[in-house]
């Protein structure tokens, strides 16, 4: 089986690089194509699901993610949708019994970043001076419904206790906290939908 990511940014793609193998069996090939942000993607996506749907092989799987911003969730997971039944995919709504679909679409809310809020133990290993408490402080204790940015407030977390006081290296970041998350016990509603939607699409 091949599984091809589009995403956003090269910091979700360097995240993946990790999670992906802690989710799937090893005989899943899997390749990573980062874009130029969520408009490069979205503009590009429809070209490119034409393209996979033309592929020869049926082991291959699409996954698109991409962020949810300040959009109606509801609305950019429809138009993600509408683009691979345009392309000529099946989606889970429409797909028969036997015949799953081979598209995964899936919306971070509210950005990367609230993923890696999700797992504050994997955060606190790659960054040993955020405090212990952190998760069960209010604004944290749903890693989705984070206030004012979860990029900001993730800078802001570890620029209070000494890191990167010049601004937050995103892929740095996304690498280090990664390569320590454990998918399992993720808080985030959104990741663990993303989780459920890879391994019954990779199965």
């Known amino acids: 089986m091949q599984i091809e990511f589009l995403v956003e940014d090269e910091s979700m793609a360097e ?24 408009p490069d993607l979205l503009k590009s996506l429809p070209a490119r699901m034409r393209g996979y749907a033309h592929w020869q092989s049926g082991d291959l799987r699409i996954v698109v993610i991409v962020d949810r911003d300040n959009e109606d969730c509801r609305k950019l997971k429809k138009r993600l949708d509408d683009t691979a039944t345009d392309a000529g995919f099946r989606m889970h709504a429409h797909a028969r019994r036997k015949q799953s679909s081979r598209v995964l679409n899936r919306v971070a809310i509210e950005e990367l970043e609230a993923w890696f809020f999700g797992d504050t133990d994997a955060l606190r290993e790659a960054y040993p001076r955020v405090p212990k408490s952190l998760s069960s402080k209010k604004p944290f204790r749903d890693p989705d419904a984070i206030k004012g940015g979860t990029w900001e407030r993730l800078e802001k977390t570890l620029q209070d206790v000494g890191y990167y ?10 690498r280090e906290v990664a390569r320590r998350m454990e998918p399992a016990r993720n808080r985030s509603r959104s990741f663990q939908v993303f ?5 019954a699409l990779a199965k």
């Open 195 to 199: 989780r459920e939607g890879l391994l």
């Open 15 to 38: 995240a993946l690089r990790y999670l992906v193998p802690k989710m799937v069996e090893s005989t899943v090939q899997f390749d990573i194509h980062a874009f130029q942000g969520k």
């Open 165 to 174: 006081l010049n601004g937050l290296p995103k892929v740095e970041v996304a």
